[in-house]
């Protein structure tokens, strides 16, 4: 019985094409974790498994969104960036909803490697300085104190940086601390009562976005190679397939996709 494997033929990178190649903030972001899924995915075709949809977190970013906008149109001060002594208000901009849009986001064509670079943010304060500051919404339910040092959440903190870059490359002021407004689910109450409630904690992080050209020009590089890249060490999804391979005694089918 002969194994097939479900390709895409949309969204592929094409190395005889002359037109800007989009490349999303998380698909570099694939690239810096393992170069090898990055290169199976956006040249041959093939995504890592999907994994379960975040539903909670997305009602929680809409709300969030919500709430901000109402200060945004109104050009007033949050009453989280008061608590937080942020003097900052939310950003009012005429592509404020395109920012947003996953499929859109903020956009810059790298010209060296000709990739579109682009990604979506949450939102955007803007400070008495006129610079604007990136924001990021997280949500969790755990013990204890949230934060974003921890070495798991490095996706978190490029992503900050990856926004502010993306954002300076398109001629704006961008200060150099953004912030992650991250909301912690309450697991204390006596009942659920049909609500969840949580504790928000603004995180101040101070961002350095000077990796962001190199990595896109390594992942270019990367895209361009007649030959599958080695799978990073650290790599849960190689690591998983290199280990069902070793059990059955079988060589990985890299032909089969």
Same mark, same amino acid.
């Given at each position: ?115 579109? #670079?682009? &990604? ?7 400070? %008495?300085?006129? =610079? @604007? *500051? ?106 998983? #397939?290199? &280990? ?7 060589? %990985?089918?890299? =032909? @089969? *996709?």
């Amino acid at each position: 019985m002969q194994t097939t494997v479900a390709k895409r033929s949309r969204g592929l990178f094409d190395p005889k094409s002359k037109s800007p190649f989009k490349l999303s903030r998380s698909r570099l972001d694939l690239f810096l974790n393992c170069s090898r899924c990055f290169y199976i995915d956006r040249r041959l075709g093939v995504d890592r498994p999907a994994g379960f949809p975040f539903n909670l977190n997305s009602a929680v970013d809409t709300l969030l969104k919500k709430e901000f906008d109402i200060h945004r149109v109104n050009g007033t001060r949050h009453p989280l960036q008061e608590t937080y002594k942020v003097d900052a208000i939310p950003y009012q901009h005429l592509k404020m909803d395109v920012w947003r849009n996953n499929f859109k986001g903020v956009e810059y064509h790298h010209k060296l490697t000709n990739l579109m #670079i682009f &990604g979506a943010v949450d939102d955007i304060w803007i400070n %008495p300085s006129q =610079e @604007l *500051i990136v924001v990021d919404y997280k949500a969790t339910s755990k013990n204890g104190e949230v934060g974003i040092d921890a070495d798991w959440q490095i996706g978190y903190r490029r992503q900050m940086e990856i926004y502010q870059w993306l954002l300076r490359k398109n001629k704006f002021n961008v200060a150099r601390t953004g912030y992650f407004v991250y909301c912690n689910g309450r697991k204390d109450a006596k009942a659920f009562d049909g609500k969840l409630e949580f504790d928000i904690k603004v995180i101040p992080y101070k961002g350095d976005d000077s990796w962001v050209e190199q990595a896109i020009i390594d992942a270019r590089r990367c895209l361009g190679e007649d030959s599958i890249p080695k799978a990073s060490p650290s790599c849960d999804y190689c690591n998983y #397939i290199e &280990g069902v391979h070793t059990v059955t005694q079988k060589k %990985p089918q890299l =032909e @089969l *996709i």
